[in-house]
């Protein structure tokens, strides 16, 4: 592992670690940055210097995600060995080892609103204290649980699976209240809206699909030339952003629901900027799962910037965007290689954040 300090692009500091990165997460207060390897070692790094805190051995077979408590005090990451663990930024050791019930944890992720830590394993939510108590055991979803999404304002948690998207109310962690917001295809991922008037999920037939909320009125975006890999919301909550393999979409939520079956596509200037993260404060992983490029959807304050490893990175000014008629604004984000190669490098973007 090394440092580097940053050149040309502006970049702060770069940290080489000894295998590909497959997830990262900073803590709330900005002062670390986790970054879990797809071996399974996770690496603390200092946000302000780049330096290394703290290495923990992580999962065998490898971390798939990390999350952090809102105080700051607990990291806690889910693999391929079937457990939850946490960690705490003071100690080389771990503090909880949470047998979530399945062979690899898919997901975890802290209340925002409660000392509550919510674990996904296969078709299954645990719910448990930061003394590794468990709480509860939901029912077994469809199938396997793709995402989790806390809702901004209050304490509700969306998971995603096959046909089917649930929000579950964790007030009362030992009796949560559900609700269940049905489609026809597999959903991938969820994303709120910071105003909480919207749940987005991407979906495996070439859509997006949205709920209105509390109502739980849906609508459907579709057109897409494949899966729907990412989302993410402007502060706003104006613009959704979303990706299938190589292109970038912007939906206009300024006056409502922006129905609509196939997007329009912006032709306009786009600059470069060499192997870059994100225009305000952002990082990126150079690396993944092996076999698969890694890239980064992302908003600054004025900019959506697209990186991708090892290529180029697409930055695309978004102050002062007028909506086109049909209320979204569409980027190509291509590498040099073409959108029909099915060679496994090829870039894909597969992540996205604000």
């Given at each position: 592992m090394s440092v580097k300090k940053a050149s040309a692009v502006g970049i702060r500091w770069a940290v080489e670690l000894a295998d590909g990165v497959q997830d990262l997460a900073w803590s709330p207060d900005g002062r670390w940055l986790a970054a879990a390897a797809v071996s399974g070692p996770i690496s603390l790094i200092a946000s302000a210097t780049g330096?290394?805190?703290?290495?923990?051995?992580?999962?065998?077979g490898g971390t798939l995600k990390l999350a952090w408590s809102r105080d700051n005090r607990w990291l806690a990451s889910g693999g391929q060995d079937g457990c939850a663990r946490l960690w705490s930024p003071d100690?080389?050791?771990?503090?909880?080892?949470?047998?979530a019930g399945s062979d690899w944890v898919g997901g975890v992720s802290f209340s925002p609103y409660a000392d509550l830590l919510i674990t996904a394993a296969g078709k299954e939510l645990r719910a448990w204290n930061l003394d590794g108590q468990l709480l509860r055991a939901t029912q077994p979803h469809t199938s396997t649980i793709t995402d989790l999404a806390?809702?901004?304002?209050?304490?509700?948690?969306?998971s995603t699976a096959y046909g089917q998207a649930h929000v579950w109310d964790w007030r009362a962690p030992d009796a949560p209240a559900e609700r269940v917001l049905p489609h026809s295809s597999p959903l991938l991922n969820a994303r709120w809206s910071p105003n909480g008037r919207y749940l987005a999920c991407g979906c495996q037939d070439n859509s997006l699909r949205c709920w209105t909320w509390p109502e739980a009125g849906d609508f459907q975006m579709s057109g897409y030339a494949s899966k729907v890999r990412a989302l993410a919301w402007d502060r706003a909550s104006r613009w959704l952003a979303?990706?299938?393999?190589?292109?970038v979409t912007l939906w206009d939520f300024e006056h409502g629901p922006p129905t609509g079956s196939h997007p329009a596509e912006h032709r306009g200037s786009v600059r470069y900027r060499p192997r870059t993260g994100f225009s305000s404060g952002g990082a990126s992983a150079g690396g993944g799962r092996p076999g698969r490029a890694s890239s980064r959807l992302g908003f600054g304050r004025a900019r959506l910037s697209v990186a991708v490893a090892g290529r180029a990175a697409r930055r695309i000014p978004t102050a002062g965007l007028a909506s086109p008629a049909n209320g979204c604004w569409r980027w190509a984000a291509r590498t040099a290689r073409s959108r029909r190669s099915s060679s496994p490098d090829e870039a894909a973007i597969t992540h996205a954040f604000f």
């Open positions: 330096a290394i805190g703290r290495e923990w051995p992580g999962h065998a100690s080389d050791e771990e503090r909880s080892r949470l047998a806390w809702h901004p304002h209050q304490s509700l948690l969306a979303t990706a299938d393999r190589e292109i």
